[in-house]
């Protein structure tokens, strides 16, 4: 079974701080993404990298594929009030269908 | 571009009674659609792979007769649960991927609120 390790799975930091949040599995993917998800909504995607060792940044967020395409990370800069929410990795699959492995989510809260 | 809307966004329905809820890819046509589960602060539990034209994929532990997937078209998914009872109650969230020789990448719509009493 194909898991994905996501951490940590809560987070509540102040207004400025850095934070990363990690994926990591033992399985490679064919690519991986991150979402972002509001109360009561669907997940919004972030972000898709599918090259081992792509560094991918979307204003201060910065995301990178391990160079084995086995872990990810999600690093926040300075970081606002507007970025709390769920985060999500999800990994896809080698195969047919192009599932999607899911990790657990990290609850972000960042205090005004 | 890759927009996904799902009908209705939330319903309420009494015990026994059947619910559809309607997954629409806007401005591409999804070869392929997904149906996910989600409780609270939780994260997405597939339920279902839909593939146009051919018979869903249930994951393990999944009911088919229970949960019935339609994806009679490039652009629609359907998901109809039959004779919903209170533990039904859940945030169901739909997603579709482009064409083969696209990317993994899936887009979810907004999520439907069910609430069986």
């Known amino acids: 079974t194909q898991l994905l390790e996501q951490s940590p799975q809560f987070l509540s930091i102040q207004e400025g701080e850095n934070l990363t949040v990690y994926c990591n599995s033992s399985?490679?993917?064919?690519?991986l993404q991150w979402y972002r998800q509001e109360p009561g909504e669907g997940p919004v995607l972030l972000v898709t990298?599918?090259?081992g060792g792509e560094v991918k940044k979307l204003k201060r967020l910065t995301f990178q594929f391990g160079d084995a395409r086995k872990d990810s990370s999600l690093h926040i800069t300075a970081a606002q009030p507007g970025d709390t929410g769920l985060y999500l990795c999800?990994?896809?699959?080698?195969?047919?269908?192009?599932?999607?492995?899911w990790g657990a989510g990290t609850k972000l809260i960042i205090k005004p | 571009g890759a927009v996904v809307s799902q009908h209705p966004s939330w319903v309420i329905c009494k015990s026994g009674t059947s619910v559809k809820i309607e997954c629409r890819s806007l401005?591409?046509?999804?070869?392929?659609m997904f149906w996910y589960r989600q409780f609270p602060k939780q994260s997405l539990m597939l339920m279902a792979t839909?593939?146009?034209?051919?018979?869903?994929?249930?994951e393990q532990g999944v009911e088919k007769d229970k949960f019935l997937i339609n994806h009679a078209s490039l652009t629609l998914s359907t998901l109809t649960v039959t004779s919903a009872h209170p533990e039904d109650s859940s945030f169901y969230i739909c997603?579709?991927?482009?064409?083969?020789?696209?990317?993994?990448?899936?887009?979810f719509g907004p999520g439907t609120r069910l609430t069986v009493l």
């Open positions: 999800a990994g896809a699959k080698l195969g047919s269908n192009y599932q999607l492995i």
């Open positions: 997603s579709a991927r482009d064409r083969p020789g696209s990317t993994d990448t899936q887009y």
């Open positions: 399985s490679v993917f064919s690519s």
């Open positions: 990298v599918v090259t």
């Open positions: 839909s593939n146009e034209g051919s018979k869903a994929t249930y």
């Open positions: 401005d591409f046509q999804a070869t392929t």
